[in-house]
């Protein structure tokens, strides 16, 4: 008895396969192209908020702003229109700093909604393609007469089993990989609260020495 490779059991799955193909193939895409955003705007320089209360305490902002476009974080982006703003009420910088905060989080999670819809969509594909393989097994069998022969079937219960198989290997791929960039995102928010906090700490600071 031969050996039936991967190929050919997906063969084997009908059209049903070829969606979910195109399905994890996004779904590998995204998690590739949102992990390298998330890691690029999570990147920690624990010094970063140190050198910005020495640039603002030495009144120069220009400095401070300019260190901000270098560092090129979702951090430092929050902190620059925070620092534009110096000058201005607390209740105002904050606000501006919030804005733009939110900002930052819908961009990290562009993309992940399509995601989420795969780990979900992926098992329902494929068990329709499980009842698909069922109805052309039965078809099959109610052609057949009385003379029911297991070859006649076996093209629709391959069909039924294989796309179950691999609506749930993509599905559950989807999920966690989605789970995981949203706990990525959950990691860098709490980092950029931590520095929002500390720099309004810094304008407080900065208002009581004037």
Known sequence: MGELS???????GGWIMIVLAVLSIIAIYIF???FIAIQR?????????D??????KNGDIKSAVNFCRVTNTASARIIERGITRLGKPAAEIQSAIENTGNLEIAIMEKRLPILATISGGAPMIGFLGTVIGMVEAF????????????????GGIYQAMITTVAGLAVGIVAL????YLVAKVDSVVNGIEAKSLTFMDIVSED???N
Do not use: C, H, P, T
């Open 6 to 12: 991967i190929l050919e059991l997906a063969s084997k």
């Open 41 to 49: 705007a999570g990147k920690d320089d624990k010094l970063f908020m």
């Open 207 to 209: 208002d009581n020495e």
């Open 139 to 154: 078809w099959q069998m109610s052609n057949a007469g009385g003379n029911i022969d297991i070859s006649l079937l076996s």
């Open 32 to 34: 590739v192209e949102r």
């Open 176 to 179: 966690f990989a989605y789970n």
């Open 51 to 56: 050198r910005i209360r020495d640039y603002i």
